[in-house]
């Protein structure tokens, strides 16, 4: 016995020669997703996908899995049957019997792909809908119904579901290129993380921390929170830890308001340069717009200027508490509020909220920003690669 899955793709419909790509892209990515499982098979099927697992598989596993997975417009675990009348009939109503009560409405609608199959698909409609209405007591609602099964009759098989999961939309993993997420130990950028991942994009990650020893760093809940955001997916990635020590010490001599602008311009600066490495075309931030001092438009314009690189933001006009709970979704929320010491953290008590370059470019000449910036790179780059392979 096994449990199939329907996996329909949404926006994936709209593009034309890129949809093969798209489709095989979603396959892979379901395929790698369920990576650690025994006899999980993911095929194209007809305009959908499928996915077939051991029955010893609890549903509530592989449709968790599934709702994570960017692409899935919904997916319906279905019932599969040879295509004869009244196989489908005994199929529909087992179907109904568990989801169908006296009080529900419900509409049959069958497609037939294969058109030599004896009744037309309004007759398939009639036949089953009158024996499912004979069972549960149930009324057939054609406008507006509560349940909607769906018989699909094809040569070989015929497909029958009714409940529809919801997927979280966007596109797959993979199918936009890869962007390098700017990542702190705090509760947005990993949410920035998981949206645009949502958009298709695979990404790795960079923080800048002050930690001391191979040990501390490799175990630090950075290292946790970047596997937790790609572990859905079962995406490798690699991850640079940064040490912010040399630029901590340039600039501990100075006590200067736009110290955080400054901080994030140098960020900015050593993320595109990494960037560079993987020819990665855009940098991802958690800023959203006003929330805490630096992220004045102002500031957000100054710190821009930092790269050529396009920094995108997903968050920008998100609210703290949408972003809260879609962190409490990804499961970094518990990581996010665990006490750790940030540089950001130690820089200006009154930080400017109106940054003028001309400032801040003083300062980064002060503290010769090029300089730590080059031995930072040389010497202060740690690279942790994050996979998931075996089982
Ligand atoms: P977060 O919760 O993501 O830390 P925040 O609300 O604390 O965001 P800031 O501290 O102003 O906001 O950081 C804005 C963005 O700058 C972060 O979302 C992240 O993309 C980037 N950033 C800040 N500090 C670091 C760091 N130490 N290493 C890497 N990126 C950072
Ligand atoms: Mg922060």
Not at 327 to 355: F, M
Request: hydrophobic share 45%; charged share 25%.
């Amino acid at each position: 016995m096994s449990r199939t899955y329907i996996v329909h793709y949404g926006e994936l419909g709209l593009k034309g020669r890129n949809r093969i790509t798209f489709e095989r892209q979603l396959v892979n990515n379901i395929s790698r997703a369920f990576g650690d499982l025994e006899d999980v098979t993911v095929s194209r099927f007809h305009s959908y996908l499928m996915v077939t697992c051991p029955a010893a598989l609890r549903a509530s596993e592989v449709e968790a899995r599934l709702s994570r997975l960017p692409g899935i417009a919904y997916f319906a675990p279905v019932t599969v049957t040879a295509p004869k009348v009244e196989l489908i009939r005994a199929a529909a109503v087992a179907m109904a019997e568990d989801i169908i009560s006296p009080a529900t409405r419900f509409r049959i609608r069958t497609t037939r792909g294969d058109k030599r199959f004896p009744l037309t698909s309004p007759e398939v409609d009639r036949e089953v809908g009158a024996q499912v209405q004979r069972v549960t007591g149930a009324p057939v609602d054609l406008s507006e119904p509560d349940v909607t099964l769906a018989i699909q009759i094809y040569e070989e098989a015929a497909y029958l579901f009714a409940r529809r999961i919801p997927g979280i939309g966007g596109l797959p993993l993979g199918s936009s290129g890869r962007v390098l997420v700017l990542f702190s130990g705090g509760i947005d950028s990993p949410v920035a993380a998981h949206l645009i991942m949502k958009r298709g994009c695979t990404v790795d990650f960079v923080h800048f921390h002050l930690l001391r020893g191979r040990e501390r760093i490799r175990g630090a809940k950075i290292v946790s929170m970047a596997r937790q955001v790609l572990a859905p997916h079962r995406a490798s990635g690699r991850l640079y830890m940064v040490s912010a020590a040399p630029f901590e010490a340039a600039m501990a001599p100075l006590d200067s308001r736009v110290a955080t602008v400054v901080f994030r311009r140098f960020i900015v600066r050593a993320a595109a340069h990494l960037a560079a490495q993987r020819k990665t075309p855009a940098l991802v931030t958690g800023e959203s717009v006003g929330q805490v001092a630096s992220q004045t438009l102002r500031n957000i314009n100054v710190i821009a200027r930092a790269t050529k690189l396009p920094i995108l933001r997903p968050l920008v006009g998100m609210d703290k508490q949408e972003i809260i709970s879609l962190a409490k979704e990804v499961g970094t929320y518990e990581l996010s509020i665990q006490p750790y010491q940030d540089p950001c953290s130690l820089h200006a008590r009154r930080p400017a909220t109106h940054a003028r370059l001309r400032a801040v470019r003083d300062v980064e000449a002060q503290i010769a920003a090029d300089a730590v910036l080059q031995e930072t790179l040389a010497h202060h780059v740690e690279e942790i690669r994050i996979s998931f392979e075996g089982r």
